[in-house]
C-alpha cells in the first residue's frame, strides 16, 4: 500500500485540512484582514503536484498559473497531497501553538502525530516542524529530484 491509497492516511488528512481550512483567513489567521488562502502560493502547488506525480497520481489544475489547484471554493488537491498545506496554520507556523485556542492546539497536535505515525509506518516519511514531508533527512522534493 502506498502513501496515496493508504485509508488511513486519506482520513487523518482530510480531518487535518477540516480542522485547519476554517482557521484560513479567519480571527486567528496570521494575515488577518487578508483574503483566505492568502498564504497559497505556486511553489506549495509546485511541491504538492511533485509529491501527487511521484505517487502516480494525477490532478486537474482548474486554477490560474500562480495557483493552478485553486478552484471556486479552494485548493482541489486532496489534503493527503498537499501536506505541506494541509498541515499550515498561521499560528502553529508562527509560534508553535494558538494561546487563546488550547483545545485547537491540542487536536492539532493529536492529528499531526497521528498523521506522523502512519506515514512513517506506511513508507518511513513524516512531517517536520515546517510541515515538508521528509523521508529520512531530505525531503520528499529533494529526494524526487535525485531520481531525475
Request: hydrophobic content about 25%; aromatic content about 8%.
Given at each position: 500500500m502506498s502513501l496515496a491509497d493508504?485509508?488511513?492516511?486519506?482520513?487523518?488528512?482530510?480531518?487535518?485540512?477540516?480542522?485547519?481550512?476554517?482557521?484560513?483567513?479567519?480571527?486567528?489567521?496570521?494575515?488577518?484582514?487578508?483574503?483566505?488562502?492568502?498564504?497559497?502560493?505556486?511553489?506549495?502547488?509546485?511541491i504538492a503536484e511533485e509529491y501527487a506525480n511521484m505517487l502516480g497520481v494525477k490532478v486537474d489544475k482548474p486554477g490560474?498559473?500562480?495557483?493552478?489547484?485553486m478552484g471556486k471554493t479552494g485548493c482541489v488537491m486532496p489534503p493527503h497531497l498537499r501536506l505541506v498545506c494541509t498541515v499550515h496554520d498561521c499560528q502553529i507556523n508562527n509560534v508553535g501553538a494558538d494561546p487563546k485556542d488550547k483545545k485547537f492546539t491540542a487536536h492539532y497536535f493529536i492529528l499531526r502525530d497521528a498523521l506522523n505515525q502512519r506515514l512513517e509506518k506506511v513508507d518511513s516519511k513524516s512531517i517536520d516542524d515546517t510541515g515538508v514531508i521528509t523521508d529520512g533527512s531530505k525531503?520528499?522534493?529533494?529526494?524526487?529530484?535525485?531520481?531525475?
Open positions: 493508504d485509508p488511513e492516511i486519506t482520513r487523518l488528512s482530510q480531518a487535518m485540512a477540516d480542522l485547519t481550512r476554517p482557521r484560513c483567513g479567519g480571527p486567528t489567521c496570521g494575515w488577518q484582514g487578508k483574503a483566505k488562502f492568502n498564504c497559497c502560493e505556486k511553489m506549495y502547488c509546485d490560474p498559473i500562480d495557483l493552478p489547484y525531503s520528499v522534493m529533494e529526494a524526487d529530484q535525485r531520481r531525475k
